[in-house]
């Protein structure tokens, strides 16, 4: 049946584009806390004006399950690794991400790096 066929090919590609703007699951999405961002982020927040408005800039890219704590901590004797969601800030455009647990030595991190594109296009580096 041709009808069938082509509804479960277009459900299946409408579920791969929303997708993308899911939270892996047991995930709420980025920190409730303003306090947990950078000073950047911290503006983002109060420039969206409430949590929601500020999600909806946030769009996901990536979860890793296992992230070595030394690429956030910059200890590279710490062996312990942490799951990583991965977002970007259509606000600032900048990538921000966070560590999905803390780990039990450094804590918690939020790494925070430059859109390259946007930096060269306004001229900072």
């Known amino acids: 049946m041709p009808g069938v066929r082509t509804i479960a090919r277009s459900a299946f590609v409408c579920a791969l584009l929303l997708k993308s703007f899911l939270v892996a699951p047991g995930i709420l999405g980025p920190p409730y806390d303003p306090n947990l961002y950078t000073d950047r982020c ?40 942490v799951g990583l969601q991965g977002y970007y800030c259509g606000r600032c455009h900048h990538y921000v991400n966070f560590s999905l647990r803390a780990c039990p030595n450094h804590g918690q991190f939020t790494q925070y790096i430059p859109d390259p594109q946007w930096t060269e296009q306004a001229g900072t580096a």
């Open 42 to 81: 911290q503006r983002c927040w109060v420039a969206a004006g409430s949590r929601p408005a500020f999600i909806n800039t946030m769009q996901k890219l990536s979860t890793l399950p296992s992230f070595p704590c030394s690429a956030f901590s910059h200890v590279y004797t710490c062996f312990e690794t």
